[in-house]
Antibody, heavy 120, light 108 residues
Framework: QAQLQESGPGLVKPSETLSLTCTVS????????WSWVRQPPGKGLEWVGY???????NYNPSLKSRVTISVDTSRNNFSLRLSSVTAADTAVYYC??????????????WGQGLLVTVSS | SYELTQPPSVSVSPGQTARITCSGD??????GYWYQQKPGQAPLLLIY???KRPSGIPERFSGSRSGTIVTLTISGVQAEDEADYYC???????????FGGGTKLTVL
């Protein structure tokens, strides 16, 4: 049973880069795709992007110019970098494991979430 | 852009049946998925591939599809089912993943 845990700063200044890491236990980072989903306070879920073991990535078009997701197989974790943040990027950030295949991906394992606030 | 539309809220009395719909033009080509989210918790997968339940999900949760609409049905609603429910699917051309706006289920 895979377990995911987000880590990183809870406060980021406007215009800076948000950097989060998701550590995976009970599963190999090399065996699946891995994703980030965020949720602004009081609002709905927004998919950020995913990276697969092959190295291929797919990002939400609304964030694509600012997002990078990468994998560190030696540490069994994956990371999110979101550049040029504004207050609109304040959200709970979840890491999640997509399951499924080309017929459709869904999220069967989630981290507990990490609130990141963008403020000076 | 690909969008999924859900009603903002649904209210039912305990023991009744709640139905939450999710509509999207791409749904006939891609499966629908459902999540339950309670305050302060991560989402929980309830239904995958339109109508399949992961192990551990009670049988009162079921999913169905008709054309461009997928529906989550909760039979015999219990107080503990009060939560936000999200549908999710994908754009078949780009594999972009999309969530619906969420539906708040209130148990009266």
């Amino acid at each position: 049973q895979a377990q995911l845990q987000e880590s990183g700063p809870g406060l980021v200044k406007p215009s800076e880069t948000l950097s989060l890491t998701c550590t995976v236990s009970g599963d190999s980072i090399s065996s699946h795709c891995w994703s980030w989903v965020r949720q602004p306070p009081g609002k709905g879920l927004e998919w950020v992007g995913y990276i697969c073991y092959s190295g291929s990535t797919n990002y939400n078009p609304s964030l694509k110019s600012r997002v990078t997701i990468s994998v560190d197989t030696s540490r069994n974790n994956f990371s999110l970098r979101l550049s040029s943040v504004t207050a609109a990027d304040t959200a709970v950030y979840y890491c999640a494991r997509p399951a499924g295949d080309s017929s459709g991906y869904y999220f069967d394992h989630w981290g507990q979430g990490l609130l990141v606030t963008v403020s000076s | 852009s690909y969008e999924l539309t859900q009603p903002p809220s649904v209210s039912v009395s305990p023991g009744q049946t709640a139905r939450i719909t999710c509509s999207g033009d791409g749904l006939p080509r891609q499966y629908g998925y459902w999540y339950q989210q309670k305050p302060g918790q991560a989402p929980l997968l309830l239904i995958y591939k339109d109508n399949k339940r992961p192990s551990g999900i009670p049988e009162r949760f079921s999913g169905s599809r008709s054309g461009t609409i997928v529906t989550l049905t909760i039979s015999g609603v219990q107080a503990e089912d009060e939560a936000d429910y999200y549908c999710q699917s994908a754009d078949s051309a780009t594999n972009i993943l999309v969530f619906g706006g969420g539906t708040k289920l209130t148990v009266l």
